[in-house]
């Protein structure tokens, strides 16, 4: 089999493939991700060096010529939104090109990228069929099982996370759902259909974007009030059915993403979702307001803004994880620096020549500073230790914590 793309959901599915002790092609098409993993790095710190050296059934390769060699492929890569929030599906698409060249009769395709309902078949198997020659559910077949990787998480896995399975027919997806089973510790559920499957996949980020911008919209209101939101929160939590979400900023390569996907498909049926986008536009905000709360913290301190320093810990999307993908912490970072502050940006976590490439912005190698304003982005562990009091510039120096992660006594505000 060949596993098309070997980043935060491929190359964690390969490895369990090539355990189960399938013969696995890893193909990505960046030569610098296939030479890291040959040496044992792996940039995302999904598999440590002693993982990766373990993996002796896998050929990680850039070569395209490669997958011809394989009657089984797995596409695992990325689905992201253009600047107008709309689905871009060129990775996609442009990975069943390069699977179609080298598909023969009888091989199976599966996609575990997260797509609106009817993507697969709608938009994916044509591209397959026009680049093959072949005919599809007569000479090849395609599955779906979506992926459900938790980048950073060292507890939940590919192989103890259940999966959602289906095939294009009955019979493969009985296949697929035995292929997957090889290599789980958990049951897998049969979808009835793919579209089934896709759209199971897609509200599930959907539920917790929606759920993540309420408790947003609190945070706004009860902020007007002069009330604690974490307190409230605190209190709520005390029923037994109250949903223990935060406020905070919403990113990733799926909760930021993937509504948009759907949102796009149903405006194409001729139905104009009102709830999803609200929330989506909730959440989209929240950096701006979080950097406007810091900035009116500074002006009654009567602090000049065009004279402050501010450092922002944490660029990634999550905590303890490298991943910057559709991180929303650079939206506090460029308003603060549109009004004038002067930015440092510290992650112990995150790659400085990604971060550079992707929001042009270079990351602090060490503290050397004190600053008027500090912001807690993120929660990683290595922030748990950090003497905030050392690197503020003196006892009036805003400390906004986004996270809720500083005792209560040190911050200035939090959300």
Same mark, same amino acid.
């Given at each position: ?26 193909? &990505? ?8 993993? #040959?040496?044992?790095?792996?940039a995302t710190q999904e598999l440590s060096t002693k ?8 050929? $990680? ?13 797995? *596409? ?32 199976? %395709? *599966? ?20 680049? =093959?020659?072949?005919? $599809? ?11 459900? %990787? ?7 896995? %590919?192989?103890? *996370? ?18 997957? #089973? ?45 009330? +604690? ?12 059915? !109250? ?6 900023? @919403? ?32 959440? &989209? ?18 602090? =000049?803004?065009?004279?402050? /320093? ?6 990634? !999307? ?18 603060? #620096? /549109?009004?004038?502050?002067? %930015? ?8 400085? +020549?990604?971060?550079?490439?992707? !929001? ?8 050397q500073h004190t600053y ?18 050392? *690197? ?5 120096? @805003? ?17």
């Amino acid at each position: 089999m060949a596993v098309v793309g070997l980043g935060y959901v491929g190359l964690p599915l390969a490895a369990a493939f090539s355990k189960a002790g399938h013969k696995v092609i890893g193909f &990505d098409t960046s030569q610098q991700r296939i030479e890291e993993l #040959q040496s044992g790095i792996d940039a995302t710190q999904e598999l440590s060096t002693k993982a990766l050296e373990s993996l002796t059934g896998i050929d $990680f390769t850039a070569k395209e010529t490669s997958l011809q060699n394989a009657d089984i492929y797995i *596409i695992t890569v990325q689905t992201p939104i253009d600047k107008d929030k709309k689905p871009d599906l060129a990775p996609l698409l442009t990975a069943s090109k390069t699977v179609g060249r080298y598909l023969q009769k009888n091989n199976l %395709v *599966i996609y575990e990228s997260t797509v609106y309902p009817g993507c697969t078949e709608e938009d994916c198997v044509p591209v397959l069929e026009k680049a =093959s020659g072949l005919q $599809f559910n007569k000479d090849f077949y395609c599955g779906y099982s979506p992926e459900r %990787v938790n980048p950073g998480d060292k507890n939940r896995n %590919v192989t103890n *996370i259940r999966k959602v399975t289906s095939g294009s027919t009955p019979k493969i997806a009985d296949e697929v759902d035995a292929l997957y #089973q090889s290599i789980l510790s958990v049951p897998t559920h049969k979808a009835s259909s793919i579209k089934i499957a896709e759209a199971s996949k897609i509200i599930e980020n959907t539920q917790r974007d929606l759920n993540i911008s309420l408790i947003n919209e609190l945070a706004l209101i009860f902020e007007k009030m002069n009330i +604690d939101t974490l307190e409230v929160l605190e209190a709520a939590e005390t029923k037994w059915n !109250f949903l223990p979400f935060r406020p905070g900023l @919403v990113g990733g390569h799926c909760i930021g993403v993937d509504p948009y996907y759907l949102t796009y498909k149903s405006e194409q049926l001729g139905y104009a979702p009102d709830v999803i986008l609200s929330g989506r536009k909730v959440n &989209d905000t929240m950096g701006t307001h979080i950097a406007q709360r810091i900035l009116s913290h500074l002006k009654k301190n009567e602090q =000049s803004i065009k004279q402050s /320093k501010a450092l922002v810990l944490g660029i990634t !999307f999550k905590e303890n994880c490298p991943d910057i993908r559709n991180s929303r912490v650079i939206d506090v970072v460029k308003e603060l #620096q /549109k009004e004038g502050v002067q %930015v440092d940006v510290y992650d112990p976590q995150a790659q400085p +020549d990604e971060v550079q490439k992707t !929001f042009g912005i270079s990351l602090i190698q060490s503290i050397q500073h004190t600053y008027e304003a500090i912001v807690l982005a993120v929660g990683h562990d290595e922030f748990k230790t950090l003497d905030i009091s050392s *690197i503020r510039n003196d006892s009036k120096s @805003v400390i906004f914590d986004v996270k809720g992660f500083l005792p209560r006594s040190l911050t200035t505000d939090r959300l």
